[in-house]
């Protein structure tokens, strides 16, 4: 208790603050507040090596602060501490638009779903009877962008520079779109079924830019799981979610899960939008790899990124690296784990950058299409540095690779996560 | 955090033109504002709002870093932001002088961006004078 | 799909950009970007209306951007949303110094807790020491700042303005401090306990503005349940939450739960330094409520805040009144609640402003001193305006009441809470 | 949102004095800097820490707004800030101006802060012009 400095220092401060009012010069900072350096403001031409993207919180409408990719159209993504529960907050889901109009308001008193198209009977419904007049319906799952991690790529692909932040678990609630199909009578000779909302661009009509289009095959098993959805995890959907209604597409990555849904078509010749015939397109090959030789070479077939589910993947979220962990202090490694193909079975964890393996233990089982959690506890005992990794295996059989994926649009990242830390000493 | 704030006001009569759609049910879109960083941003209850069918937001924010200086700037922030912030170049890694001459010629041919050659050409060599893995610095 | 103004747009706005660059004044907006209107920076002098006080988001080491109060010294409070589940996220939980030099930087290699005062034999520590000589205890339990909600107050008082974030929920883990001075061995004539951390002021010698130390009754049953924690939510504490270890005292307000906790002294004297003395004292009368009147006349005897628990409360966290509501939507009203005096046993919700109350879904029990989650499913059918609002009724029988509570130093608040909704219609 | 930059400087001071503290463990204290809410802000890896038993994080940033002007600000920033930052009177609700008065004593009195009688004058002056119900503006 006897610290003499402490009277010495409230005289030379006052002293000193006296002395510097309204004469010192002005002092720009340049230090991150977050770390005791700042990061770059971009990465590359090496892997992003962060978890998440490096880009500046940004406060939105009903969202609480998010990474900033772009912000007109507006693509934010979720940071990492959001994934420790197996549900993302909505306020922290991700937000990915393509084009810039987007709605800021919206009157279901004109507001219409319309079903339309190849069908017997044309639909025009309000809110009212999507509430009223079909079955509500539930499904946890998890909405993942198709360029999650696009970050990592080597060599690096232009596009939205995502860390891992482009995904989100939730539970939706809604109609089955089946349902609104059978009021409707999709006729014979239907091929696809075209998804589009009421965001738009500016762009010329026909062309990308004016509006986003996506269908789906009408003989895709995955129709039966889908919903539209005007509740996310007990709560009407944010407005940058998708509000009122957004399609949800079980196992599917996002692009198909359209926000604003507005018309479902019945399409009798296969939608040759920019969206399906040029965008969104991964390598018809074993996930999606390729070189960007072969692609210069043109010799590289292409399919829909529907025509896959989501590989399994896991995430490391504690312990984040950002603090040294100490020797003899248990830890507790979580994150969590999904797959496009059904229910995770098991998640490993490894201590030592991926040469040994030990089982995690599983959060509860909230669906086949949901984030499963898991745990593992760890008592590190020597002081050093360590690199744990993760890695998932879902029902199906299928395990997390630890070979990089590359195709020109960055899609399909599911390698092995790992994390290093460093482990102080306790005395 | 340097921005444009000057295209604020383009963005203005953007969203002016925007609200003559007749999507239906859209009642408001593609309204940004200047992002506020320090301010108070507190949700506001909507306790004022009436027990009607319209359901609002604030404008969206933006938060747009400088672009590097140097001839053919202004050309990029004209062109490329009728679309697009530019974020979406910022946000890039460093990448190869040819990637950005594709990405250029995919905006005019692909998504029908209207830039007259001369512009594209300028637009490219911009873009490539500051944001390859050999010139990037910001 | 026929959007003529969208071809316009193109050429307009072309048009517009290139005119505009370089010749236009600097535009500066004012409006907030997470709502149609910008708050105040301050409310007053009625009370605060919002959940949150209104502050600014702001980033620091080991945190998710939270709401600053104050910088030197720091008080970050919680967003509402971290409250919806039953344990608080490290990097979200709230911070509360009362001086500005607060350690950036600590040698685990000379850092010792020390134990000693009126003890047979004084303890030096380190915290190899507490993690393999003592065996590791955990306890579930709420950290509230005694001033959590001072915003509410009629008339205001001065201190922090906080709303109802600063608490926050953690699993604890550590040794139990009566295992320590067991090792120590706490002679007669004990009276108290002290408790000093690491964080200074720049203030003289034996002021409150040099350092903070608390003290409890030796012959309080709460020091059977502290534990001296080095553990959060299954990771090494936060800085800013009192690395390397801090004083858990389950129960109580968190003035007594001891940052870097450094010393602990059996005194033979009852504490007489200012935050004992003078700071962190209510009135002894029920629920610690007084008026500005009797204040005034001096004739309010005071006692230490340590002399009572945490009154019972409960929290609205969904909806929170920032977006409409849909007629026909059901929408989750879910929030947590909490006792100093033990286990939430009933959780009541009403529609109507308080008239009338009916009882919510309790969540999983995690122990007597930790939050539990409630929630209530709810159809508004109706558009229209609706007052929604909870109370807690604890083990012992206590119920929340409806009355304010005044008192100088703005402690102790638990009035019910309520939350304005709008309902909008469906079509 | 504007700052105090000039008190940076001052701030660089008291920590290099904190860091002859006898303090057992406490190896740097009381580090603050600017606050930059525009910077990207992630967490920096730890990973070039050693694996040691020293524990570090960045220096506490400073997000203060402008105080109002007028006479005594000055006075305000200077013998206020030497124990903390105006967000303490900025935080505050209007409050009366008898109240204002009692902190500025209690300050003095039960905190040990040395401020000269004229001084202390004047900033209650200043905080009863700007900060009570009567008065506040921002």
Known sequence: MDNPMHRRNFLQRAAGVLAAAGMLPWVKAQTSSQTAEALP???????????????????????????????????????????????????????????????NSIDLSS????????????????????????????????????????????????????GNGAMGNAIWTGVRLMDLLQEAGVKPGTVQLQFQGLDRGPGPEGKGSNAFIKSLDWN???????IVA?????????????????????????????????????????DDN???????????????????????AGKVKTVPIGNVNMPVRSFIVDPDGSSKLVAGLPVEIRGVAFSGY??????????????????AQLGD????????????????????????????????????????????????WNRIERQDVVVGTAS | MKRYHWMLLVLLGVWVMAQDSSLPGLKETGNYTQGSLGQVLQPLPVTNAQPDGVYSVGAWPLYTPELADGPGKELVMGYCQVCHSTTYITMQPPLPAATWDAEVQKMIKTYGAQIPDDAAKQITAYLQAHYTPETRKQ
């Open chain 1, 230 to 270: 005007y509740r996310m995890n007990g709560e009407p959907l944010p407005m940058l979610n998708g509000f009122p209604v957004r399609l949800v597409v079980p196992g599917k990555f996002s692009t198909y899960w359209m926000k604003h849904l507005t018309w479902i078509r019945a399409l009798t010749k296969p």
């Open chain 1, 342 to 359: 059904g229910r995770v079975t098991k998640v490993e964890v490894s201590l030592d950058g991926g040469k040994t393996w030990r089982v």
């Open chain 1, 111 to 162: 507001w219409r779903l319309n079903v339309e198209g190849n069908v017997e009977k044309p639909l025009t419904l309000s809110m009212q009877d999507l509430l009223t007049r079909f079955k509500p319906v539930s499904v946890a799952a998890v909405n993942q962008c198709s360029g999650n991690s696009r970050s990592r790529f080597q060599p690096r692909v232009a596009g939205g520079q995502w």
């Open chain 1, 365 to 412: 089982y909230h669906g086949p299409y949901s984030f499963r959690t898991w745990s593992f506890q760890w008592k590190p005992t020597q002081p050093g540095r360590y690199t744990l990794a993760v890695r998932a295996t879902d029902e199906k059989g299928n395990v997390q690779p630890d070979e990089p994926v590359w195709n020109p649009g960055g899609y399909l």
């Open chain 1, 41 to 103: 403001s971009f990465t590359g031409p090496g892997p992003n090596p962060y978890w998440n993207g490096v880009n500046p919180f940004v406060v939105y409408p009903q969202k609480l602060p998010l990474l900033r990719l772009t912000d007109r159209g507006i693509q934010l993504e979720t940071p990492r501490q959001y994934f420790r529960t197996a549900f993302t907050p909505n306020e922290a889901f991700f937000v990915r638009y393509h084009l810039d109009l987007i709605p």
């Open chain 1, 220 to 226: 895709d098993p995955v129709l039966q799981e889908c």
């Open chain 1, 274 to 296: 920019f969206w399906m015939a040029t965008a969104y397109r991964i390598p018809d090959t074993p996930r999606g790899n390729t070189t960007p030789a072969d692609i210069a």
